[in-house]
C-alpha cells in the first residue's frame, strides 16, 4: 500500500515537472521571438501577459457558469431564519422519506 502511494506520488511529481519544462520551454520560445521586434522588457512582458491570459479567462469563465441556488432554497436552507431552517430540513426529510425507495423484506 505505501509503495504505491509512494509510486503514484513520484508519478505525479514527474508529469508535474515535464509540465513545468514545457512550459518554460514555450515561454522561452516565444520570448526569443519577439524580442528583435519589442526589445527584452516588452518581450517578456507579452510573454507573461499571454501566459497568465489563459488561467484568467479560464476562471471568469468557471465563476459565471456556477450554477446559482434557488431562491426558495436559500429560504430552506438560511442561517439567519432558525425557523426557516428548521420548516426547511422538515420540508426535505419529509420529501426524502416519499421519495427515497424502500428495501423489501423478503
Given amino acids: 500500500m505505501v509503495a504505491r ?6 508519478g505525479l511529481l514527474f508529469l508535474a515537472s515535464l509540465i513545468f519544462v514545457g512550459v518554460v520551454c514555450a515561454a522561452f520560445a516565444i520570448d526569443e521571438a ?5 526589445g527584452v522588457a516588452g518581450a517578456a512582458a507579452i510573454t507573461a501577459l499571454l501566459f497568465l491570459a489563459g488561467p484568467v479567462i479560464a476562471l471568469i469563465v468557471f465563476a459565471l457558469r456556477r450554477p446559482r441556488e434557488s431562491a426558495f432554497m436559500a429560504l430552506l436552507t438560511s442561517a439567519s431564519s432558525p425557523l426557516a ?4 430540513a422538515g420540508a426535505l426529510g419529509l420529501a426524502e422519506a416519499f ?3 424502500r428495501k423489501r423484506r423478503d
Avoid at 502511494?5 to 513520484?10: E, K, P, Q, R, Y
Avoid at 519577439?34 to 519589442?38: E, M, P, Q
Fill in 5 to 10: 502511494a509512494a509510486a503514484a506520488l513520484l
Fill in 34 to 38: 519577439l524580442v528583435t521586434s519589442v
Fill in 85 to 88: 431552517a428548521i420548516l426547511g
Fill in 99 to 101: 421519495l427515497s425507495k
